[in-house]
Every structure is written in C-alpha cells, then in structure tokens.
Nanobody, 125 residues
Framework: QVQLVESGGGLVQAGGSLRLSCAASGKIFSSYTMGWFRQAPGKEREFVAAVRWTEGDTAYADSVKGRFTISRDDAKNAVFLQLDTLKPENKAVYYC??????????????????WGQGIQVSVSS
C-alpha cells in the first residue's frame, strides 16, 4: 500500500510562490508516475502536472506551463510542485497522486491509483 502526504500549502498574494511537497511511503516502484491534481470549489478535479519516477519526463496542463514546475527526489521518495506567479484562479485543494503504470502518460483522475488527502492553496488578489 502507498501513502501520500502533502504539505506546503497556504495563503499567498497574487504573483507569489508556494512549494508543495508530497511524501510517499510504502512500496513505490521506480516505474510509478507521480502527479499533481487540483480541485477548485464547485469544479471537477483536474490535472496539473506529472513526472515519471525514473526518467524525469514531465507533463503539464496548458494553464500552468511556464509557471509551475514538478520535480522529484528519488532518495527521499518525495515529489514537489513549485507554484510561481500564482493567480487568484489557482486557488484550489491540490492533491498528490501515484499511478502504477508509468509507461503511458495520463492526465485522467481515474487512471491514478493512490491519492493524498489534499492541501489547500489560496491566492489573494
């Protein structure tokens, strides 16, 4: 079983930055894909970014390209999401997720097997 715990959320002014962390415990295989999703009030959960565990390949939603950066630390079993130039519309609960199939990219919620509890990111205008 895999457990994911997010940290680093909070309130920031528009234009500011946050760094989210996801600590993974349990049996994480090197082929897993790790992703970040978010869910704003009244909206469906949506893909933000993903990284393959060993190859370091990354993928981003168009809305965050150039502002958000996903990375991982293999030694610490951790995944990070750097959020820069934040906008009020980026306010959401951000979730860390793990997908056992690391060979085919997916931005679909249902394709991810493990989820963290989520962490709030708020952006004031």
């Amino acid at each position: 079983q895999v457990q994911l715990v997010e940290s680093g959320g909070g309130l920031v002014q528009a234009g500011g930055s946050l760094r989210l962390s996801c600590a993974a415990s349990g049996k994480i295989f090197s082929s897993y894909t790790m992703g970040w999703f978010r869910q704003a009030p009244g909206k469906e959960r949506e893909f933000v970014a993903a990284v393959r565990w060993t190859e370091g390949d990354t993928a981003y939603a168009d809305s965050v390209k150039g502002r958000f950066t996903i990375s991982r630390d293999d030694a610490k079993n951790a995944v990070f999401l750097q959020l820069d130039t934040l906008k009020p519309e980026n306010k959401a609960v951000y979730y860390c997720a793990a997908r056992r199939d690391g060979w085919v990219w997916s931005d679909t919620v249902g394709d991810y097997d493990y989820w963290g509890q989520g962490i709030q990111v708020s952006v004031s205008s």
